[in-house]
């Protein structure tokens, strides 16, 4: 059974860099078809996509945070990662990793089916 | 980069029949066959219920169902059961500038 499981630091002070890492486990990172995505979850509010990684490197971010983001791979241990730069306490949020299916040509794919639990952010001083 | 529009909240008794809708553009909804919708009970993380439109995973009680019509897409909860009581947000690819976008999410109470 595929899991994922986040890590990071909770607690990030303002204009800093958020960084967190995904840990995959019971699969390989390497699987061809899967990317592997971050999504994010304000207090109380809706999911927003961050970006998603293929295990080549290839990358696709959210127009609206792509200025900020980096995502990045590391195959020998199963990882991927995020950074998020100058934060500001809008950024705080449960950050959660997932395993997203994309195949953009006939018949397509789009869609997250594994996910992590998730990891509270929260950006303050 | 707008979400999709989904009603804030819905409710219905055990037993009963609910629809959620999901509401997008012909860029995204209207254009491709690939809409996602997404079951979260609270301090927990999204669990995959419908992707494809109408698809089910393996293990979705079949009670769920999805539907698109035009730039609307719909998720259906038949037989509604007390376990059902989540917040549901649809997802749909929107194209090669945009990618994905999420809808608000929906609160589902089951009376």
């Known amino acids: 059974q595929l899991q994922l499981q986040e890590s990071g630091p909770g607690l990030v002070k303002p204009s800093e860099t958020l960084s967190l890492t995904c840990t995959v486990s019971?699969?390989?990172?390497?699987?061809?078809?899967?990317?592997w995505g971050w999504i994010r979850q304000p207090p109380g509010k809706g999911l927003e996509w961050i970006g998603s990684?293929?295990?080549?490197?290839?990358?696709y971010y959210n127009p609206s945070l792509k200025s900020r983001v980096t995502i990045s791979v590391d195959t020998s241990k199963n990882q991927f990662s995020l950074k998020l730069s100058s934060v500001t306490a809008a950024d705080t949020a449960v950050y959660y990793c997932?395993?997203?299916?994309?195949?953009?040509?006939?018949?397509?794919?789009?869609?997250?089916?594994?996910w992590g639990q998730g990891t509270l952010v929260t950006v303050s001083s | 980069q707008s979400a999709l529009t989904q009603p804030a909240s819905v409710s219905g008794s055990p037993g009963q029949s609910i629809t959620i809708s999901c509401t997008g553009t012909?860029?995204?909804?209207?254009?491709?066959?690939?809409v996602s919708w997404y079951q979260q009970h609270p301090g927990k993380a999204p669990k995959l219920m419908i992707y494809?439109?109408?698809k089910r995973p393996s293990g979705v009680s079949n009670r769920f169902s999805g539907s698109k019509s035009g730039n609307t897409a719909s998720l259906t909860i038949s037989g509604l059961q007390a376990e059902d009581e989540a917040d549901y947000y649809c997802?749909?690819?929107?194209?090669?500038?945009?990618?994905?976008?999420f809808g608000g999410g929906t609160k589902l109470t089951v009376l």
């Open positions: 990684i293929y295990y080549s490197g290839s990358t």
């Open positions: 494809e439109v109408s």
């Open positions: 012909s860029s995204d909804v209207g254009s491709y066959n690939l």
């Open positions: 997932a395993r997203h299916w994309i195949q953009l040509w006939l018949p397509g794919k789009y869609y997250f089916d594994y």
């Open positions: 997802c749909s690819y929107a194209g090669s500038s945009t990618w994905g976008v």
């Open positions: 019971g699969g390989s990172i390497s699987s061809s078809s899967y990317y």
